[in-house]
């Protein structure tokens, strides 16, 4: 490997532990969010995991042709902080809300007729 591919990977694989570590650290709000019993705490936490399961999912198909991007692995983190902000998912979850309802039903009329057949 040469010198800038190597920087480039260990560069990605930095971005990589820094959003883990962010999500370790939402794992542990969310949990002491439902252990309050806050309502809107953990409404925020849930809506912030609906967008970071939708950002893992987006990026899995991007990762590939974004790797070498220049400030790709900054972008990762910095949408990652964004959404861990409490003001993050209040502003995107509106934006998921209607998709992931129709992906949903899609999948559950799928799974339906799979089970339907299997009788």
């Given at each position: 490997m040469s010198g800038s591919t190597t920087w480039t990977?260990?560069?990605?694989?930095?971005?990589?532990?820094?959003?883990?570590?962010?999500?370790?650290f939402a794992g542990y709000k969310s949990c002491l969010a439902v252990k309050s019993g806050d309502f809107a705490a953990t409404k925020t936490w849930l809506q912030?995991?609906?967008?970071?399961?939708?950002?893992?999912?987006?990026?899995?198909?991007?990762n590939q042709m974004l790797f070498n991007m220049s400030f790709y692995p900054e972008i990762k983190v910095a949408i990652v902080a964004f959404l861990i902000h409490s003001a993050?998912?209040?502003?995107?979850?509106p934006h998921l809300e209607g998709p992931i309802e129709k992906a949903g039903a899609f999948i559950e009329e799928k799974i339906a007729e799979v089970m339907k057949k299997k009788e």
């Open positions: 990977v260990f560069h990605n694989f930095l971005a990589d532990i820094i959003i883990q570590l962010i999500a370790a912030f995991w609906i967008c970071y399961g939708a950002y893992q999912l987006v990026e899995v198909f991007l993050g998912p209040p502003k995107i979850y």
